[in-house]
């Protein structure tokens, strides 16, 4: 079945350490997306990604880095610049040239500092 | 003030209620969508419309584009719908602006 795979399910990650989120999408959509969600708040975009070997920062992007070498993989790094990266992340994609099409979400990764 | 705003927070209701969920939104959008999040964490989109309706089984979705609101309905409910619905808008580029969620619980 197509759809989007998140891993691992949960990370933990020790003071400094950088730590790389795997998304891996098989639906070909071209568009990417990496959200952060807090408790409380609704998602928030961190980096997104239209087509390969291009992407955006969103709306908190600090302490985050993305690559976008395929079209299947999109792999988000919190880096040791992110104070404070505890929280749950949810990857999408979607088809944006395809109207009417909804993003596709995975299942998550859970964050957490030891 | 946020972008887009859902009412109520939190929602308990007996198994067979009829439920609604609001959310209005500030910004220009091209699209608005309905999200259902299960504690596991998982997102399933269930509805996209840009406007009038939209009906998928017990699940309705309505927008009014002039009064910039949308409603979720779900009639004759049932513990297992108990879940947090997102409301969130698509502006420019495909982006999703989220409301903070409204957490149902449907009691048996």
């Known amino acids: 079945d197509g759809g989007i795979t998140q891993s691992p399910k949960y990370l933990f990650r020790k003071e400094g350490q950088n730590v790389t989120l795997s998304c891996e999408q098989n639906?070909?959509?071209?568009?990417m997306y990496w959200y952060r969600q807090d408790p409380g708040q609704g998602l928030r975009l961190i980096y997104y990604?239209?087509?390969?070997?291009?992407?955006q920062k969103g709306d908190i992007a600090e302490g985050y880095s993305v690559s976008r070498e395929k079209k299947e993989s999109f792999p988000l790094t919190v880096t040791s610049a992110q104070k404070n990266p505890t929280a749950f992340y949810l990857c999408a994609s979607s088809s944006p040239n395809r109207s009417g099409q909804p993003q596709h979400f995975g299942d998550g990764t859970r964050l957490s500092i030891l | 003030k946020n972008e887009v705003e859902q009412s109520p927070q939190n929602l308990t209701a007996q198994e067979g209620e009829f439920i609604t969920i609001n959310c209005s939104y500030s910004v220009g959008i091209s699209a608005l969508h309905w999200l259902q999040q299960h504690p596991g964490g998982g997102i399933v989109s269930l509805f996209m419309l840009s406007s009038g309706k939209k009906k998928h089984g017990r699940l309705i979705a309505t927008i009014n584009i002039q009064e910039k609101h949308s409603s979720l309905h779900i009639t004759a409910s049932h513990p297992r719908d108990s879940a947090v619905y997102i409301c969130a808008a698509e502006t420019s580029g495909s982006r999703l602006t989220f409301g903070e969620g409204t957490q149902l619980t449907v009691n048996p």
């Open positions: 639906l070909n959509h071209d568009a």
């Open positions: 990604s239209q087509i390969v070997n291009d992407f």
